[in-house]
């Protein structure tokens, strides 16, 4: 079992930045796989990035490439979310998620752990 909490949404305006942390317990962090989602109002939850066991295979939405950045510290059971040159479209409720595959996070393998979100607002 894993419990994740998500922490540093905010209102920010076009342009600014943003990390989101995802803080999770257990001590099976390491052995899962970590994703960010996010869903719009009126929209459905989309895949944002997702990041390997390991760290080192890492995964985009090519809405977000170049301008987000997924991270993960297994010593403190805690994934990242720098989020840069934020667009108005960015704004959502932001989940983070685990699973067993980063590839497989972006679509083929439902995250099997969830969080319950945090708020990121854009203004133009």
């Known amino acids: 079992q894993v419990q994740m909490v998500e922490s540093g949404g905010g209102l920010v305006q076009a342009g600014g930045s943003l990390r989101l942390s995802c803080a999770a317990s257990?001590?099976?962090?390491?052995?899962?796989?970590m994703g960010w989602f996010r869903q719009a109002p009126g929209k459905e939850r989309e895949f944002v990035a997702s990041?390997?066991?390991?760290?080192?295979?890492?995964y985009y939405a090519d809405s977000v490439k170049g301008r987000f950045t997924i991270s993960r510290d297994n010593a403190k059971n805690t994934m990242y979310l720098q989020m840069n040159s934020l667009k108005p479209e960015d704004t959502a409720v932001y989940y983070c998620?685990?699973?067993?595959?980063?590839?497989?996070?972006?679509?083929?393998?439902?995250?099997?752990?969830w969080g319950q979100g945090t708020q990121v607002t854009v203004s133009s």
């Open positions: 998620n685990a699973g067993p595959s980063a590839a497989g996070l972006r679509g083929t393998t439902p995250p099997k752990y």
């Open positions: 990041i390997s066991e390991s760290g080192v295979l890492k």
């Open positions: 257990g001590r099976t962090f390491s052995s899962y796989a």
